[in-house]
């Protein structure tokens, strides 16, 4: 099973009655931090560096773990679905979950299997925190998560690049074939990108030249530090 984030919360999980300082107060404000893009932009490489640096510190939120269930669709059927279409998501839940986390309430969050089109039925804990990431290709695209962010960042590649990273990591790690993939770019992911997540580019407050990018993960690093040493 390919989960994003898994790993990182049984972590969390484990490390959390030892770590009590990094505990939410009671009348602490959490930060949300978006961090959009493209497929096979470097999202995740980028939302990942920053979850490698302040560890159980930070909370981490991935939007593909809230792609609908489909359990009552027989997989083949699943496999067609428009996974880029703002549809495909539940972003109500994920809505409700963010509030409930500022609101320094633990959730469960589900857990995605991109090898079987659904979710997997298990669900991961999620402490609250000072700061929350929230990674996704349209998490900028819902103006109700728009509304929640603090910080909006937005992960650009050129999309030659992003479609070759995406044929490896998604034969690799999600289970596909070439063909497939070629497939599902043309017909629903590059139409979807051009219409909902490239115009959220525009409503970011910074744009991100590729995720391995030293420069800017310093900053977002450094602000994330502020954040966390300040009283508030
Ligand atoms: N700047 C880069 N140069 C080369 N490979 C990269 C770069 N950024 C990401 N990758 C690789 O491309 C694949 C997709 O990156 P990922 O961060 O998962 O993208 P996204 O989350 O935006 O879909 C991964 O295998 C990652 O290691
Ligand atoms: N069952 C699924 C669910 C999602 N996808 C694709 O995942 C992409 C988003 O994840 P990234 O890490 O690439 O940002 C999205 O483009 C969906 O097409 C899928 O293929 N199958």
């Known amino acids: ?67 609908r269930d489909q359990s009552d669709i027989p997989l083949e059927e699943r ?11 539940e972003t109500e839940l994920l809505v409700q979950q963010l509030q409930e986390l500022k609101e320094g309430k633990s959730i469960q969050c589900p857990v995605y299997d991109y090898t079987q089109h659904n979710r997997s039925g298990e669900v991961q804990t999620v402490e609250p925190k000072k700061v929350i990431l929230l990674e996704g290709i349209l998490v900028l695209a819902d103006e109700r998560l728009r509304d929640l962010m603090d910080i909006k960042i937005y992960v650009e590649a050129d999309a030659d690049e992003r479609i070759l990273r995406r044929v490896i990591r998604d034969v690799k790690e ?47 690093k450094n602000t994330i530090q502020k954040i966390l040493d300040s009283e508030e």
Not at 7 to 20: D, L, M, P, T
Not at 40 to 66: M, P, Q, W
Not at 81 to 87: A, E, F, L, R
């Open 1 to 67: 099973m390919t989960v994003k984030g898994v790993n990182y919360i049984i972590r969390a999980h484990e490390n959390e009655v030892k770590n009590s300082k990094i505990r939410m107060g009671k009348n602490m404000k959490s930060v949300i931090i978006g961090i959009a893009g493209g497929t096979g932009s470097g999202k995740s490489t980028f939302t990942n560096r920053l979850r490698d640096e302040f560890k159980d510190n930070v909370a981490v939120i991935y939007h593909d773990n809230y792609y």
């Open 79 to 89: 496999k067609k679905t428009n996974y880029d279409h703002p549809d495909a998501m």
């Open 174 to 220: 999600r289970g596909r074939d070439i063909e497939g993939v070629v497939e599902q770019y043309l017909t629903t992911v590059k139409p979807m990108h051009y219409l909902y997540v490239e115009p959220t580019r525009s409503t970011a407050d910074i744009v991100i030249n590729s995720g391995m990018n030293s420069t800017a993960f310093e900053l977002v």
